[in-house]
Nanobody, 123 residues
Framework: QVQLVESGGGLVQAGGSLRLSCAASGLPFRVYAMGWFRQAPGKERQFVAAVSPSGGATNYADSVKGRFTVSRDNAESTVHLEMNSLKVEDTAVYYC????????????????WGQGTQVTVSS
């Protein structure tokens, strides 16, 4: 059974930082691209960042470029999202997802999803 479990969310002031983690189990982690998405209240889920199976390639939404960094540890089957210079508009539930093919920015391309972790940025 595939499980993706996010952690690291919380409440932070604008300008602060958080580091999200997603622990994967039940799948050959090294061959899956991993993505991060977020969903704010009343809005659709949107792409945030993704990393290739090897970790050698990444992709970011324009809204987070230069502030967020995605990385992975294949030995630990974990993917991270380092979030700096957080803004109020970054407030959302953050989800990690696994995609068997390659880096993708669309939700439908992902096979497995975590339950999400709440990130709240206060002004």
């Amino acid at each position: 059974q595939v499980q993706l479990v996010e952690s690291g969310g919380g409440l932070v002031q604008a300008g602060g930082s958080l580091r999200l983690s997603c622990a994967a189990s039940g799948l050959p982690f090294r061959v899956y691209a991993m993505g991060w998405f977020r969903q704010a209240p009343g809005k659709e889920r949107q792409f945030v960042a993704a990393v290739s199976p090897s970790g050698g390639a990444t992709n970011y939404a324009d809204s987070v470029k230069g502030r967020f960094t995605v990385s992975r540890d294949n030995a630990e089957s974990t993917v991270h999202l380092e979030m700096n210079s957080l803004k109020v508009e970054d407030t959302a539930v953050y989800y990690c997802a696994a995609n068997r093919l390659a880096i993708q920015t669309t939700q439908n391309a992902y096979d497995y999803w975590g339950q999400g972790t709440q990130v709240t940025v206060s002004s």
